[in-house]
């Protein structure tokens, strides 16, 4: 587990990845605003004074589930959030609101549905326990299967329209770059025709859980880095639906051995985040191709 000093989090014998542990930037909380490096202490105090906290991830990677971990048992009694996961739909709202403190690591499995979700509840339930046992509420902030194969091919007029209101809080600039990255991140293979529904979708989703998160006065959100990037993600949403309150975006990241110091990070990796959290990388797995050897066989 990682533990409240900056000394023992640095320290390569806690993390579990095993790749890029020596690079300088491991361990390092950085401060967008002023490119310095923060003390976990100071992250949480200065966390504890926005209303929304956004905590993005990398979802494979377990140093970035315990950086979660770490974060949510330190902030949660600082001040009373609500605890929103990407990874649970709206319609589950119900077996999920019946769990409570006392709740078994099964009970909260079976609640969440992680066996058939695909979301690894090794991952995800150690996370709702701990919001559970602050005593936050925990939040169903993603959409169902159906409405966003409804989303896709009908469009956000098919739904009913409360958890879409911010659907058009992209200008066209932010929507171009999100069909982009949506483009890139499926490995150039995805058919131009896709890629518009693909961007209907994934504002969506931003869209519902920034809808969930509005709903309390402060709230955590636990998603993935793209739904937390500042500029075309959740925030984008809250900004509409809660415009007075304060929104800060933490980024937990993997290093790159393409740079060594955070300066060194382009302006567009830089504007995503209000802080950065580096960890080791976790796998050298080649997504794309497996991208690839997917739609071949398909």
């Not at 549905?113 to 690894?120: A, E, I, L």
């Not at 869209?207 to 509005?214: E, P, R, V």
């Amino acid at each position: 587990m990682i533990v409240g000093c900056s000394p023992y989090i640095r320290t390569q014998i806690l993390w579990e990845s095993t790749l890029s542990t020596d690079h300088s930037l491991v361990g390092d909380i950085v401060r967008i605003s002023d490119l310095r490096r923060v003390q976990p202490e100071q992250l949480i105090k200065e966390l504890s004074s926005a209303d929304y906290v956004l905590i993005g991830e990398k979802h494979d990677n377990p140093d970035h589930h315990n950086v979660q971990n770490w974060l949510l048992t330190e902030l949660l009694p600082e001040t009373k959030y609500n605890l929103v996961f990407e990874m649970l739909n709206y319609n589950q709202q119900d077996a999920i609101s019946a769990l409570s403190s006392s709740s078994l690591p099964t009970d909260i499995s079976d609640a969440a549905n992680f066996d058939q979700s695909g979301w690894p509840s090794k991952y995800y339930t150690p996370l709702i326990q701990t919001g559970l046992s602050r005593g936050a509420q925990i939040i169903a902030g993603n959409l169902p299967k159906d409405d966003l194969m409804t989303i896709y091919q009908e469009g956000f007029s098919a739904l009913e329209p409360t958890r879409f209101t911010t659907s058009d809080a992209l200008n066209q600039e932010q929507l171009s770059e999100l069909e982009d990255r949506i483009f890139q991140d499926h490995c150039g293979i995805l058919p131009a025709s896709q890629t518009a529904p693909m961007a209907k979708i994934q504002i969506a989703k931003d869209a519902s859980m920034a809808y969930s998160m509005s709903k309390s006065d402060k709230a955590v959100l636990i998603a993935g880095n793209y739904h937390v990037n500042k500029t075309i993600g959740v925030p984008r949403h809250l900004t509409m639906l809660a415009p007075k309150k304060k929104t800060v975006v933490v980024q937990i990241v993997e290093v790159d051995d393409n740079y060594e110091t955070v300066q060194m990070l382009n302006s567009d990796k830089l504007a995503q985040a209000d802080y950065l959290w580096f960890t080791p990388r976790w796998t050298d797995k080649d997504y794309c191709d497996d991208m690839k050897q997917h739609t071949s066989k398909k």
